[in-house]
């Protein structure tokens, strides 16, 4: 294991920030992590707010740094562009944005759309998540990106040969809060992957995904009639969503996904996709992202004729 | 046509109270509407804002209130109870709750349920509607009641036979303000019934539901790679949500379905319903429940063996 620094390694989404310092072999070296948001980074100017978290880890001046996810959008530092589908996942790195004139080599990597008129769809850092996962596990066809907006994803390869978003988690946390369901779903403690109301509410889903927006509301009359308890009927409102999006997904007995998350999400999303028949295997989002980013600098330098200085 | 006072008919919900003085053959005489919302009515007491608004068009003392909706919740002025499905709905007059202690006679009537322990519904006010709707229209199977949480309802003659509530109008609400969409769909110009965007987006989401939340996010998509308008993008949300409920419904091309609604709802069903395929009958909403107010009063006096005074 070497322990001298040669790359920072940035995963900055809209609401957190991600910062590991990695030997040239992956070990990691020191972490930052933050829950700044968007709009707080823009006002304080992005290169602030990465030279504060280097500074708080003495990273020295030459040390390059790689970044993915919403920095690059048209709101963020600099705007990195999409690849568009299908796409050669590998080639993130030699097709990232130099950020002009900061104080040190900084790149953005390009997130990934689907240019269809009817159907379009975009992501923005999980397209580097998916190329460590594709590192780690490359025979996989199909991959589960769990998260406010999870991205389903089919490869052949290292190309990535479509996609589809779907708002389960930001649905989530935006009916529990903000509709009638709060009275039926609110409070703050978590689902718990192996909780029969989430499971059920997987498999209902799954099953009858057209009758989602009724069945909804169907959480509040079971409130209303029989005082189910708001646990229960959070998990049920979780397992619900979960198993939409796995019908929107096609998912289907006996395939085989590649679950990229990692935590909470990690435990939910396993535990339902095997309750609806599915092979798992599991992929650290974390893992997966640092090596996507560790790989596409390297393919960046090559192609730009740069090393890394270590 | 009579000119004399017999009843007075209300029709209170969460957030909308309409009232009218109705003469004995069902004339409107006077309207008296408001947006006061249930929190700020519980705190300055349902009968003070009621005897406010008869105030306004000095209604004499001696006249009878009828009052269908929210009132009758737990939460409202006295909780008036549900009837099960199946349900002759010609009954809720029958089975009204008189208000213990009033200045004046003021009954509530019941809303309905569907005591089913997984897929439990209620309504209430809409099932005054359907009284209404159903003299109206004696032969109507099926009935769609469209707004915040529209309703699909089976009758058999004056049976209810069971409904299902879809959230339709609070999504639309909730995800064009409260979600990431708000970027994409912000704004408050009315959605016409005539917009392609709308249509195609009703056809798209009745045709696969179970592509909606993905559909959803798609919208965002198309904003960020095609600079999709926002009037055209929350047209398409309208839409996509309608459809999916037409979907879950279960609407089929020739079904003859009867529409009970008003104003921008009804335009936006209607036409969502024909480029379906259905065939509408329309029914005006607010002839409906003040229809269904008289005649459940008629019930309710008939059985408890008092007349209106006129």
Request: hydrophobic share 40%.
């Amino acid at each position: 294991m070497s322990f001298s620094p040669a790359l920072v390694a940035v995963d900055w989404g809209t609401s957190s920030f991600r910062l590991w310092l990695m030997s040239r072999d992956g070990t990691v070296l020191a972490e930052q992590r933050s829950d700044e948001g968007m709009s707080e980074i823009a006002a304080r100017g992005f290169e602030t707010v990465l030279e504060h978290h280097l500074s708080c880890l003495s990273v020295p001046a030459n040390l390059p740094v790689v970044i993915c996810g919403m920095a690059g959008s048209r709101q963020g530092w600099v705007e990195a562009g999409y690849l568009d589908t299908p796409a050669d996942v590998t080639t993130i790195g030699a097709r990232a944005t130099l950020v002009p004139d900061a104080a040190r080599q900084v790149i953005i990597l390009p997130g990934l759309a689907v240019r269809s008129e009817s159907e379009p769809d975009v992501m923005r850092g999980e397209e580097t998540q998916l190329l460590g996962a594709h590192l780690e596990m490359p025979g996989g066809a199909r991959y589960c990106m769990p998260g406010t907006h999870s991205k389903w994803v089919s490869m052949q390869g290292a190309t990535v040969a479509g996609f589809e978003t779907f708002m389960t988690g930001e649905l989530f946390s935006t009916l529990s809060a903000r509709t009638i369901l709060v009275h039926s779903t609110g409070g703050d403690g978590p689902v718990e992957a192996n909780d029969p109301a989430f499971l059920t509410g997987v498999r209902d889903g799954w099953a009858r995904p057209a009758k989602t927006t009724h069945q909804l509301f169907s959480i509040r009359a079971g409130q209303l009639l029989y005082d189910h308890d708001t646990d229960e009927s959070r998990a049920r409102l979780s397992g619900l969503l979960i198993g939409a999006e796995f019908a929107g997904a096609g998912v289907h007995g006996d395939e085989q996904i590649g679950l990229v998350a990692s935590g909470a999400l990690q435990r939910l999303y396993h535990a339902a996709l095997t309750a609806c028949g599915a092979k798992v295997r599991d992929i650290d989002a974390d893992v997966a992202v640092r090596r996507g980013l560790m790989e596409a600098w390297q393919r960046y330098s090559n192609t730009s004729g740069e090393l890394t200085q270590s």
